[in-house]
């Protein structure tokens, strides 16, 4: 089936929010008086949200006292400052335009709470530009789970077979290969050290957005 949407993951796939994710951590330390701790000790365990976090920023068991005060700190500093430093990934401005000029369609489906992905996405000026965006709020069960990219579809009118999701964690692969899309991992992500996307299943595997076109340009020549 003729490729016509491209969905995107959002943090580590479509943009690189880890700039934001760093500076927060770190200025929660500094308030405390404690130095900085290497930031790819923080950016390392992003796919794991705030909870992971706030763990290796203060070393701290998630069931310790006081550790839900500090994740709440660190949403509410988050929700002031989520959009300082993101940026797209380098290369991503043109895989857009490509998508775009290919009169594709392309949209977001994110795991991060529509508090956080919708100023994001406005703030970046990309909201008017993505033809849908589900969050975790649009849904009874987030990624893997495939409700969320069977409801994109659905809000897109495509047959899933005709989209590709692109990801850089399991969860995205799963739960697009769940709901009937194409798949694509990407290893420029927020992938853990001890994760390979090589292993996931996914139909194929990039290290730059640059390869996508390619893998674009295969897919919107097929039948």
């Known amino acids: 089936m003729r490729l ?24 929660m330390r500094a308030d405390r008086g404690l130095a900085p701790i290497d930031d790819k000790l923080i950016r390392d365990e992003i796919s794991g949200g705030a909870r992971a976090m706030v763990a290796v920023t203060f070393s701290m068991d998630p069931e310790a006292p006081g550790f839900e005060e500090l994740r709440l700190e660190f949403l509410e500093r988050y929700q002031q400052d989520c959009a300082v430093h993101t940026k797209l990934f380098d290369g991503m401005e043109q895989l857009l335009a490509d998508i775009e000029q290919a009169h594709l369609v392309w949209g977001v489906v994110t795991n991060k709470p529509v508090r956080f992905a919708q100023p994001i996405m406005e703030r970046l000026g990309l909201a008017e530009r993505s033809a849908v965006l589900i969050c975790p709020d649009h849904v009874s069960r987030s ?11 659905k809000m897109l009118n495509l047959d899933p077979g005709s989209v590709l999701f692109v990801g850089d964690d399991l969860r995205d692969i799963e739960s697009g290969r769940d709901a009937g899309t194409k798949t694509a991992a990407v290893r420029f992500g927020y992938i853990h050290p001890d994760d390979n996307p090589d292993h996931w299943g996914a139909d194929v595997v990039v290290d730059h957005p640059s390869e996508l076109r390619k893998v674009l340009d295969n897919a919107m020549c097929s039948c």
């Open 4 to 27: 016509r949407a491209v969905l995107f993951d959002m943090d580590g796939t479509l943009l690189d929010t880890a700039p934001d994710f760093i500076a927060i951590c770190q200025a």
């Open 143 to 153: 990624k893997p789970d495939p409700e969320p990219m069977i409801l994109a579809c």
